[in-house]
């Protein structure tokens, strides 16, 4: 089995088509089909089927991409980094980042990467942990940064914790219950819960259980930062929030801490890495700046 039997097979689920494959590699078209017949015939089972949108997988050739992708892309990053020694290119690195991260801790990062490694291709991704963590897995991202589930971790992923994060209770600046000292006085509130995937129930629900009392009565349920952001800051709705968060326009600018006394949830935001793949020199200078950047801000109130 060779490197480019397994380059045309990805290629050819990805694109949907022999003609796909061809034009995305630059090779011709019997080049492709050639090259997937020897594949099946060296592996003992038929790949693909046609359908009347194209040619897909068979059972035995999903089978076999789960693996061949993971083997292409490790193959591809050796192959990278040996062209890298004793030249100019620098590589290339992807990574995902939370809503939060992506604020605090990527802009200096990327600034302290980029002295190092200034030829670099950089790919961002904002998602969600649930989003960022399948493509972790079959190595479309080098690393992500995002809050660990509360679910046991999958043993095929590494996880560095890198600090903890803090919630409060937030509203916009002005709001006629800023003043209020206990969630006791908040009955009547209507909340925005903001609920990131893999965190069952989410910040809000977790702090009325902390406190052991009921959920509010009126709630609206967002997994965008920004439109959470925006309608905290532009009604009379109450929120829960990193603190961190409000350190960082725009919630520093629009938003202010309500002080309740009751008990607060917190979360450990972390890099995840796969377990079984060493990251590339870029990838593992990235990985450096982050957590420099994360140990500042864990120092920091």
Known sequence: MRLRQIQNFVAVVESGSIRGAARKLGVSQPAITKSVR???????????????????????????????????????????????????????????????????IVPEAV???????????LRILEGYTHTLLPLVRDETLDLALGVRPDAKLDPAFAFRPLFRLDYVVVSRKGHPLRNARSLTELPNAEWISLLPPGLPGGPLDRMFSLAGLPGPRQMIRCDSHNIAVALLAKTDMLGILARKMLTQSPARDSLQQIAVTEPMPSYTLGMFTRMDSPLTPPAAALAKAVTAVARQLARSP
């Open 111 to 121: 600034t302290r990467f980029r002295h190092q490694f200034p030829r670099a291709r």
């Open 38 to 104: 020897s594949l099946e015939a060296e592996l003992h089972s038929r790949l693909f089927q046609r359908t009347p949108h194209g040619i897909v997988p068979t059972p035995s050739g999903r089978a076999f991409f789960a693996r061949a992708r993971i083997a292409h892309v490790e193959l591809s990053k050796a192959e990278e980094e040996v062209a890298q020694i004793g030249s100019e290119s620098a590589g290339s690195v992807t990574f995902g980042v939370g809503p939060l991260a992506a604020i605090v």
